[in-house]
């Protein structure tokens, strides 16, 4: 089993509930409150290189495709 997919495991617990409940609360990813997972790109949903200033919410590859349409200016 990887560490990514903590599901897989459901499908032999379905049987013993009490299991399934305690395996579910001990293996389920966490709440994040802070860092780098706890917000993504609107555009695309990356969660990497994001940019948050003046409240646009994108990754900086998405940034750098619509930065004219929303109105900035790159100087040179």
Partial sequence: M???SYKKAFKQLKAKPVKLRKYI???S???RSCGKNTKSCR????KGA???KYG???CRQ???ETATKIG???YS
């Fill in 2 to 4: 990887t560490t990514s």
């Fill in 25 to 27: 609360k001990f293996n």
């Fill in 29 to 31: 990813p966490k709440e």
């Fill in 43 to 46: 555009r695309c949903g990356r």
């Fill in 50 to 52: 994001h940019i948050d």
């Fill in 56 to 58: 646009l919410d994108l």
């Fill in 62 to 64: 998405c940034f750098r």
């Fill in 72 to 74: 900035f200016k790159q």
